[in-house]
T-cell receptor, first 113, second 114 residues
């Protein structure tokens, strides 16, 4: 079955720098890959969706890439701010007689002022 | 405002008790989900429903039960058969179960066994 791997170690960066988070998956490439943000004790919030035929997607300071050869997605936050500190989850759909969305464990990001 | 409302936010359960977590959505979404989140782990799917009066087991359905009598409501019962129920529970919905649908989450419910 499909598995998602995200770096379990927290990422600490300085304000103003670019944060880069990695999402690797096994097996087949999904048609879509999504990124969510989760604050402590809150539900995840959708950020971006990228399709398999898209190499890159941007939204304000966010950029997502999707490399189906490497089976990897990179999530970038440019000009990072302390308010960007959160856990970022990667998600993709797995087909098992119907589509099921599976989530990675997430990577915790700390942006220091 | 449109969204998903979960209640209660915090719930304590005694050994041997069943408890029910409420989930209501006013997004007019067809699909609804229950996920469980444990520290350091990804979200694990408990149950999902694509349409009223129909639901399917997810990856960790044992010890849980659900109902979908109304489109906007999808309550989750944690039964005494669930041996390790202490966790953060998230209800979610999406327009449909088609691939690529954005999933909208509630604020979550913390369940603790005392």
């Amino acid at each position: 079955s499909q598995k998602i791997e995200q770096n379990s170690e927290a990422l600490n960066i300085q304000e103003g720098k670019t944060a880069t988070l990695t999402c690797n998956y096994t097996n087949y490439s999904p048609a879509y890959l999504q990124w969510y943000r989760q604050d402590p004790g809150r539900g995840p919030v959708f950020l971006l969706l990228i399709r398999e035929n898209e190499k890159e997607k941007r939204k304000e300071r966010l950029k997502v890439t999707f490399d189906t050869t490497l089976k990897q997605s990179l999530f970038h936050i440019t000009a990072s701010q302390p308010a960007d500190s959160a856990t970022y989850l990667c998600a993709l759909d797995q087909y098992t007689g119907g589509f099921k969305t599976i989530f990675g464990a997430g990577t915790r990001l700390f942006v220091k002022a | 405002d449109g969204g998903i409302t979960q209640s209660p936010k915090y719930l304590f359960r005694k050994e041997g008790q069943n408890v029910t977590l409420s989930c209501e959505q006013n997004l007019n979404h067809d699909a609804m989900y229950w996920y469980r989140q444990d520290p350091g782990q990804g979200l694990r799917l408990i149950y999902y429903s694509q349409i009223v009066n129909d639901f399917q087991k997810g990856d960790i359905a044992e010890g849980y039960s659900v109902s979908r009598e109304k489109k906007e409501s999808f309550p989750l019962t944690v039964t005494s058969a669930q041996k390790n129920p202490t966790a953060f529970y998230l209800c979610a919905s999406s327009q449909s179960r088609e691939s690529g649908n954005t999933i909208y989450f509630g604020e979550g419910s913390w369940l603790t066994v005392v």
